[in-house]
């Protein structure tokens, strides 16, 4: 719960050490207390610990002594694309499978079917499902997938595969 809402910031000393207490870094610090991490860090780097001489910023800065590996806007342990493709990983996620598949152009941005690709004007992107042909969501093999427009989904899966699961999400 933050400790503080909605007024003007005026952080003490005991604030931030109450924060620093409740929290393993500087970052989750400002969070706890319900701050921006900018204005969090001009307040604690204001007062001084009179034991060691640090700013209070200082202090909580790394208290564990090992750093934070960045991500750097990729996956750690992002699989290639066509060892998923081959079927080595039956528990990847559908969803993000299937906006891979778009994403890294490994099949065409259109129904398989009846060719349909129109791009919303919202968006920009394809209404479309991916479908596993054989109906076992783990084969995520190339052969057994494919991307379909809802009208063709509905004529020819619909009651094929109305047990199973289909991936309808955001975008495509």
């Keep these: ?16 050490r109450y924060a ?10 400002s969070r706890f207390i319900g ?5 969090y860090r001009i307040y604690a780097k ?3 610990d009179e034991e060691t ?3 209070l910023w200082d202090l909580h800065k790394n208290p564990s ?14 699989k290639d694309i066509f060892e998923i493709l081959d079927g080595k ?32 004007i919202t968006d920009y992107k394809v209404p479309l499902i991916l479908i596993w042909k054989d109906g076992d969501l783990t084969n995520h093999k190339r052969e057994n997938l494919e991307f ?10 619909d009651d094929v595969f109305h047990k199973t699961e289909r991936v309808n999400f955001k975008g495509y």
């Design 1 to 16: 719960m933050p400790l503080i809402k909605n007024k003007a910031l005026n952080l003490t000393e005991r604030e931030i």
């Design 20 to 29: 620093m207490a409740n929290s393993r870094s500087n970052k989750e610090a």
């Design 35 to 39: 701050c921006h991490f900018d204005t």
């Design 46 to 48: 204001r007062y001084i």
């Design 53 to 55: 001489g640090k700013t």
């Design 65 to 78: 002594g090992k750093g934070v590996p960045k991500n750097n806007g990729t996956l750690f342990f992002k």
């Design 89 to 120: 990983h039956p528990k990847y996620n559908r969803g993000i499978l299937a906006r891979r598949i778009i994403d890294e152009c490994v099949f065409p941005e259109e129904c398989a079917v009846c060719g349909f690709n129109e791009k919303r």
């Design 148 to 157: 379909i427009c809802y009208n063709c989904y509905f004529l020819t899966y």
